[in-house]
Nanobody, 118 residues
């Protein structure tokens, strides 16, 4: 069983940057696909970005393309989300999630809050 812990959230001004981290413990992530989701105030949880651990292939929701980058560190068993040019609409609790192979995302972290001030 994998245990995920996010960190790196905080308060930032419009146009600023943050890097979120998702550290995994319990087992290696090499058989996983990992993703970041977010849930803004009064909104449904939405997909942000995903990475296939073995290939490094990535996919992003249109609203963050060109601004966010998902990456992974094999040695640290950690997934990152580099967020640049942040906008107030990026304000949300960001969750890290994992899934084995092509299964649904069933392992979640506790979330880290990101607030972008205008």
């Amino acid at each position: 069983q994998v245990h995920l812990v996010e960190s790196g959230g905080g308060l930032v001004q419009t146009g600023g940057s943050l890097r979120l981290s998702c550290a995994a413990s319990g087992r290696t992530l090499r058989t996983y696909k990992m993703a970041w989701f977010r849930q803004g105030p009064g909104k449904e949880r939405e997909f942000v970005a995903t990475i296939i651990w073995t290939s490094g292939s990535t996919y992003y929701v249109d609203s963050v393309k060109g601004r966010f980058t998902i990456s992974r560190d094999n040695a640290e068993n950690t997934v990152y989300l580099q967020m640049n040019t942040l906008k107030p609409e990026d304000t949300a609790v960001y969750f890290c999630a994992g899934a084995i192979g092509n299964s649904l995302f069933d392992t979640w972290g506790q979330g880290t809050r990101v607030t972008v001030s205008s």
